[in-house]
């Protein structure tokens, strides 16, 4: 274990953020962040309020050690394995809900369709609810409760690992940030569209299905890229999540209710 790794490792065990062990030892998040990745190194003051900080001595910070993760780290330990297993099920699950938002939207394809077959058009719109809810549903089922102790404990990381899904948290959102906001402007142009015909400025027409298609379109890629976004959040930035008041309230909730 190097230096950064025990910069990090400590730091996740006294519950500190990056900024506030700054704010402890004089400096930026920044630089406490290119410690933690060896990409720069303490001056000796600054190894020194580290020590006491940490409550550790100076020798124990700068020699390194080849040893297995340590069994006191206050925290839940995500291996690999779970890790990919975790954001390729809530993936999953993203799909098949935003599935059934989308479905919801396209039944006003029907309606735009059939307008004079009643019959027809009412079945339409019946088999894309029906779809729909079928679709979220079996999102339901596909949440793993194995992975729920993600989302309410502190989490503990390999940490080449956590460099490397850090890595690919960040080529993902870059990705999935042009799609949501591409999604974002079908969804509210339809809206629109939908809101300027109710009040009859322009009348329905059958290109209204186009509107329709496109707001299920727009829906299904804001619900998964907002779904697949925040599993990677979840893991990546953790610390964020447990610093969070609610947060807070219930670990504090489970420690009272573990001593009795």
Same mark, same amino acid.
Request: charge should be positive; proline fraction near 1%; include cysteine.
């Given at each position: 274990? #190097?230096?950064?790794?025990?910069?990090?490792?400590?730091?996740?065990?006294?519950? *500190?953020?990056?900024?506030?062990? @700054?704010?402890?030892? /004089?400096?930026?998040?920044?630089?406490?962040?290119?410690? &933690?990745? #060896?990409?720069?190194?303490?001056?000796?003051?600054?190894? %020194?309020?580290?020590? #006491?900080?940490? &409550?550790?001595?100076?020798?124990?910070?700068?020699?390194?050690?080849?040893?297995?993760?340590?069994?006191? =780290?206050?925290?839940?330990?995500?291996?690999?394995?779970?890790?990919? /297993?975790?954001? !390729?099920?809530?993936?999953?699950?993203?799909?098949?809900?935003?599935? /059934?938002?989308?479905?919801?939207?396209?039944?006003? +394809?029907?309606?735009?369709?059939?307008?004079? !077959?009643? !019959?027809?058009?009412? %079945?339409?719109?019946?088999?894309?609810?029906?779809?729909?809810?079928?679709?979220?549903?079996?999102?339901?089922?596909?949440?793993?409760? &194995?992975?729920?102790? %993600?989302?309410?404990?502190?989490? %503990?990381?390999?940490?080449?690992?956590?460099?490397? $899904?850090?890595?690919?948290?960040?080529?993902?959102?870059?990705?999935?940030? $042009?799609?949501?906001?591409?999604?974002?402007?079908?969804?509210?142009?339809?809206?629109?569209?939908?809101?300027?015909?109710?009040?009859?400025?322009?009348?329905?027409? =059958?290109?209204?299905?186009?509107?329709?298609?496109?707001?299920? +379109? /727009?829906?299904?890629? +804001? +619900?998964?890229? @907002?779904?697949?976004?925040?599993?990677? &959040?979840?893991?990546?930035? #953790?610390?964020?999540?447990?610093?969070? *008041?609610?947060?807070?309230?219930?670990?504090?909730?489970?420690?009272?209710?573990?001593?009795?």
């Amino acid at each position: 274990m #190097n230096l950064g790794e025990k910069i990090y490792k400590l730091r996740k065990e006294k519950g *500190l953020s990056q900024e506030a062990l @700054a704010e402890l030892v /004089g400096t930026t998040r920044q630089a406490i962040s290119k410690w &933690e990745n #060896n990409q720069g190194y303490p001056e000796t003051e600054k190894l %020194l309020l580290l020590s #006491n900080v940490f &409550e550790v001595s100076i020798d124990f910070l700068l020699k390194d050690e080849k040893t297995e993760k340590d069994t006191d =780290e206050k925290g839940y330990y995500v291996s690999r394995e779970m890790a990919v /297993g975790y954001i !390729a099920n809530e993936k999953k699950t993203s799909q098949y809900f935003g599935a /059934g938002c989308a479905l919801f939207a396209l039944a006003g +394809v029907p309606y735009i369709v059939f307008q004079e !077959a009643v !019959a027809w058009k009412v %079945l339409g719109m019946a088999v894309c609810v029906l779809a729909g809810m079928i679709a979220i549903v079996v999102s339901m089922f596909c949440s793993k409760d &194995e992975y729920s102790i %993600l989302k309410k404990e502190s989490l %503990l990381f390999d940490y080449d690992f956590l460099k490397g $899904l850090t890595a690919e948290y960040n080529s993902t959102k870059r990705k999935y940030r $042009l799609v949501a906001t591409i999604c974002t402007v079908l969804f509210i142009a339809g809206l629109l569209a939908l809101a300027v015909t109710d009040r009859g400025m322009i009348p329905w027409t =059958e290109y209204h299905s186009l509107v329709f298609l496109g707001l299920s +379109v /727009g829906v299904f890629g +804001v +619900v998964y890229c @907002a779904g697949v976004t925040e599993a990677y &959040e979840i893991l990546v930035h #953790n610390e964020s999540n447990t610093n969070r *008041l609610w947060f807070r309230i219930k670990r504090k909730a489970k420690s009272k209710i573990d001593k009795w």
